[in-house]
């Protein structure tokens, strides 16, 4: 039973447009949520980051949008560049002791100049 | 700031053979965990360790096993190894969950360990 859903294997952008990229999730036990970059032959990349308490977080061209009623997250990348080329991850983690996370399955990015 | 480092980046082994995996991990975290990512899937959580000892397990056997050192580095080992243990083994440091400091510290992934098991 796949607790973060991320239903879009695969998104093209046109450079210098918005990426939005999906999540949802059916726990409502999580109460942080996490976005990883992934290259291939390279590990995970955290991204951003949001705290159940947020409806937003930004950092720089990466903006998160948390929906706690939908339990629905997004990623908004903003100008998109050709090097944000890459599989996105959600993640999401219950607060506790261990720093367990449940992943979804990936969202592969394409910026096509 | 040194990274996570892991090795070796790839192995091939035999069915039934059993296998070590190291991983250090970025300087000033003393919590590591591992992760087993199949081809097309995310990361599967495996376990965790802090302090030399396991604090959190995921749904995976007892022959998956770990070791963490005084130094905070640490060990996977998988015996009697399966077809589909055939994976990208992920190393990731971090923050204890608890420390004041460490709620908005994310998990640091290695580049990981490409197990086939043939």
């Known amino acids: 039973d796949q607790q973060v859903k991320q239903n879009s294997p695969s998104l093209s952008v046109q450079e210098g447009r918005i990426s939005i990229l999906n999540c949802d999730y059916t726990n409502s036990m999580f109460d942080y949520f996490l976005w990883y970059k992934k290259y291939p032959a390279e590990g995970p990349t955290f991204l951003i980051s949001i705290s159940s308490i947020k409806d937003k977080n930004e950092d720089g061209r990466f903006t998160v949008f948390l929906n706690k009623s939908a339990k629905h997250l997004s990623l908004h990348i903003v100008p998109s560049q050709p090097g944000d080329s890459a599989v996105y991850f959600c993640?999401?983690?219950?607060?506790?002791?261990?720093?367990?996370?449940?992943w979804g399955l990936g969202t592969s990015l394409a910026v096509n100049p | 700031e040194t990274g996570v480092t892991q090795s070796p980046t790839h192995l091939i082994k035999t069915r039934g053979q059993q296998v070590t995996l190291r991983c250090s991990s970025q300087?000033?975290?003393?919590?590591v965990s591992w992760y087993q990512q199949a081809l097309g899937q995310g990361p599967q959580f495996i376990f965790q360790y802090y302090r030399e000892e396991e604090n959190g397990r995921g749904n995976f056997p007892p022959r998956f096993s770990g070791l963490q050192f005084p130094n905070y580095s640490s060990e996977l080992n998988v015996n009697a190894l399966e077809l589909d243990d055939s994976a990208l083994y992920l190393c990731?440091?971090?923050?204890?969950?608890?420390?004041?400091?460490?709620?908005?510290?994310?998990?640091?992934f290695g580049n990981g360990t490409r197990l086939t098991v043939t």
């Open positions: 990731a440091s971090s923050l204890p969950s608890g420390q004041a400091s460490s709620y908005n510290s994310p998990l640091h």
């Open positions: 993640a999401a983690s219950k607060a506790g002791n261990t720093r367990k996370l449940i």
């Open positions: 300087s000033g975290h003393n919590t």
